[in-house]
C-alpha cells in the first residue's frame, strides 16, 4: 500500500465482510482515487459541458452529468468553477442525491448538508419550484453551504443551522424527500483521506451508530406520509449501515425499505438486500453505502404551524427605495417570477435586506436561519443594490444591461479579484447597473460610469 498504515482491527473486519474479495479491496489502495466533477445543469446541460469548457473528460457511468478530470487541471481555481458550473465532488458522494427522486414542487431536506456537494445537486433537480432546506449543526460548515447553494444560482433555498430534534419539533411530516448522508466513521474514503484513520481510531463506529440512529429517527419525524428518505455514509461498517437501517425498521413500522436498482459496479447490501454499497476495487469511486425508505401513506401527518416572518414588501415604494426602478431592467423568466412572488406576498424586506422567499416557505417554523430564499440585495439609504446570489440566480438573458468576456480576456480574473475594469471604446457607455458575463453564465454585478466598470463582485467570493 502507498505509505499508508491501515488499523489491525479494521483491516480484520474487512477481511470478514468481504471474504475472498478482500485481497481485491487492499489492491485498490495501489491506485490514486479518482477526481470527479458534477455539471450544474441549471446552468448549462452537462452534454454541453466538454465542449463549453473546452476539456476531454471521462464520464462517471452511473452518473448522468459526473466527470473525471485529472488533477493536472487546477478545476478550483479555473474561472467556470466561479460561474457556478460545477461542483468537485468525489465520483461515488454524488451517488445519494442522483438516487433520490426529487421533483420539481417538492419540499426536500439535506439534514446534514455542509459543504453542499449533495444539497446542490437536490436544489437543481427542484429547477426553481419548491423548497430545499439545507442544514447544518456546525454554523461555520454551514456558512461554507451556503456560499455553494449560492454559486449554483439556487434561489427556492433555506439554509439553517439546527439540530435534528429541533427541526424535528417545528416542522413535523412536512417534507416529501429528505437526505441523510450521516456523520460516520468514514472507513470508504481512507484512500482519499488517510488522516480520517485518526478519527476511526480515537471514535470508530461504536461512537457513530447511535449518533445515525437518532438522526434517522428524527428524519422519520420530519418525514411525511408517502415520503421517501435516503440514508448514506462513507463508510463499510455493517453496524453504520445495514443494522442501522434494519433498527429504523423495526422501531418504526410505518417505514418501509424501497430497493435501489444496481447499476455495473455497485453491490448489494450484507444481510439485507435492496441497498447499494460501492467498493473501490469493483469501480472507479471510494466507499459509499445507500438505502431508500419511504414512510407509508396511512401514517398521520402533523400540521405545519403558520404565523407571519418578517416585514412585507408590499408596505409601499417608499420602504422600496429605487428597487422598482431597478427591477425593471429584469426580462426574461426572472421577470415573471419576481412579478408572481410580489402579488403572492413572497418578497421580503428584512432589517435593510430584500429576500424573495420560496413558494413552501413555512412561515411559522422558529429556526435559525442562515438564508431564507433569494437573498435579491440591500437598501442603503433609499437605493437598491443588488446582491451576490442574486446575479448568481440570473441566465444573462433576464437583464437588460450586460456584458459579456471570453474565459481568454484577462479582465476575467482582474473582476474576479476586485478590480475596476476598463472597457474598450466598443463595450462603452454603460451607465448603472450591469450583470458581469463570462461568455453567457453571469459572474456577479458591476456599476457602469462611461468607459469604466466599478466593480461589485462579493468581497468574500474573491479570486484567490
Avoid at 473486519?13 to 490514486?32: D, R, T, V
Avoid at 433576464?398 to 474565459?407: R, Y
Avoid at 457607455?429 to 453571469?442: M, N, T
Wanted: charged share 25%.
Amino acid at each position: 500500500m502507498k505509505n499508508m498504515e491501515l488499523p489491525q482491527k479494521f483491516l480484520d473486519e474487512m477481511q470478514e465482510l468481504l471474504g475472498e474479495a478482500y485481497p481485491a479491496y487492499l489492491a485498490s489502495f495501489e491506485e490514486s482515487w479518482n477526481r470527479g466533477l458534477r455539471v450544474n445543469e441549471r446552468k448549462l446541460d452537462a452534454g454541453r459541458f466538454c465542449a463549453v469548457s473546452g476539456r476531454e473528460l471521462e464520464p462517471v457511468p452511473w452518473i448522468s452529468n459526473g466527470f473525471y478530470y485529472d488533477s493536472r487541471w487546477l478545476a478550483a481555481k479555473d474561472p467556470y468553477y466561479y460561474a457556478g458550473l460545477y461542483y468537485l465532488q468525489e465520483p461515488s458522494a454524488m451517488t445519494p442525491a442522483s438516487r433520490l427522486p426529487v421533483e420539481p414542487g417538492d419540499r426536500v431536506l439535506d439534514l446534514c448538508a455542509a459543504p453542499g456537494g449533495k444539497a446542490t445537486e437536490l436544489g437543481v433537480k427542484l429547477r426553481g419550484k419548491g423548497i430545499l432546506f439545507a442544514n447544518d449543526i456546525s454554523n461555520s460548515r454551514a456558512k461554507a453551504l451556503l456560499k455553494n447553494l449560492e454559486l449554483f444560482g439556487i434561489p427556492n433555498i433555506c439554509v439553517t443551522s439546527e439540530t435534528p430534534e429541533k427541526l424535528a419539533g417545528e416542522l413535523p411530516g412536512f417534507f416529501d424527500k429528505i437526505l441523510v448522508d450521516a456523520p460516520c466513521s468514514g472507513e470508504g474514503m481512507f484512500r482519499k483521506e488517510p488522516d480520517m484513520m485518526k478519527d476511526w481510531l480515537e471514535r470508530g463506529p461504536e461512537y457513530y451508530a447511535p449518533l445515525q440512529r437518532e438522526i434517522l429517527t428524527q428524519a422519520a419525524v420530519l418525514l411525511k406520509p408517502g415520503g421517501l428518505l435516503l440514508y448514506s455514509t462513507c463508510t463499510f461498517s455493517r453496524r453504520e449501515d445495514e443494522e442501522n437501517i434494519l433498527w429504523l425498521l423495526a422501531q418504526n413500522p410505518e417505514m418501509e425499505l424501497v430497493a435501489l436498482p444496481q447499476f455495473p459496479g455497485a453491490s448489494d447490501g450484507f444481510g439485507l438486500s435492496g441497498v447499494l454499497r460501492l467498493f473501490p476495487y469493483r469501480l472507479k469511486g471510494e466507499g459509499h453505502f445507500l438505502a431508500l425508505l419511504r414512510k407509508k401513506e396511512t401514517a398521520d401527518a402533523a400540521a405545519v404551524p403558520g404565523h407571519a416572518a418578517g416585514k412585507a414588501v408590499r408596505a409601499g415604494r417608499q420602504e422600496l427605495g429605487d428597487f422598482p426602478e431597478f427591477a425593471k431592467g429584469l426580462s426574461g423568466g426572472f421577470a415573471g417570477l419576481l412579478a408572481s412572488a410580489l402579488k403572492q406576498d413572497r418578497v421580503r424586506l428584512i432589517h435593510e435586506n430584500l429576500y424573495l422567499l420560496p413558494e413552501e416557505f413555512p412561515e411559522g417554523a422558529r429556526l435559525r436561519y442562515l438564508r431564507t430564499g433569494l437573498h435579491l440585495g440591500e437598501l442603503k439609504r433609499g437605493r437598491f443594490e443588488p446582491g451576490q446570489a442574486f446575479a448568481m440566480a440570473l441566465k444573462a438573458s433576464d437583464f437588460s444591461e450586460t456584458i459579456h468576456f471570453s474565459k481568454e480576456d484577462e479582465r476575467v480574473l482582474r473582476y474576479l479579484k476586485g478590480e475596476t475594469l476598463s472597457l474598450l471604446p466598443e463595450e462603452g457607455g454603460r451607465k448603472g447597473w450591469c450583470l458581469v458575463c463570462l461568455e453567457d453564465f453571469p459572474l456577479g454585478w458591476a456599476k457602469g460610469t462611461g468607459a469604466m466598470l466599478k466593480n461589485k463582485y462579493y468581497p468574500g467570493w474573491r479570486y484567490q
